[in-house]
């Protein structure tokens, strides 16, 4: 399990093993926007604000994987023990 802060509440999610951050997050705050769920899309794109990201789209260039600025929340994962994200 890793955390994820939503930045603009202040909200804290923890994401369980086999969630998504999008589940999680959408418990939380249930507005928030996605379509695809599979990672396709871009609906779900989210900023990241601190943490690493696991990048599991198949939008984003090897560019935009390696800044680790932003994500699908749909099927990205968290490579350290806590995301911000702008949300
Ligand atoms: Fe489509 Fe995440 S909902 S990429």
């Known amino acids: 399990p890793f955390e994820v802060e939503l ?3 202040g909200a804290t999610v923890t994401v369980q ?3 998504s951050i999008l589940e999680a997050v959408r418990a939380e705050q249930p ?3 996605y379509s695809c769920e599979e990672g396709f899309c871009g609906t779900c794109e989210t900023k990241v604000l601190e943490g690493v990201p ?3 789209d198949t939008i984003l260039s090897d560019k935009e ?3 680790n600025t932003t994500m ?3 099927v990205g994962g968290c490579a350290s023990a806590r995301l911000v994200l702008d949300l």
């Open 7 to 9: 930045a603009r509440t």
């Open 17 to 19: 093993p086999g969630q």
């Open 31 to 33: 507005d928030v926007l």
């Open 54 to 56: 696991i990048h599991k």
């Open 65 to 67: 994987r390696e800044k």
């Open 72 to 74: 699908m929340i749909c």
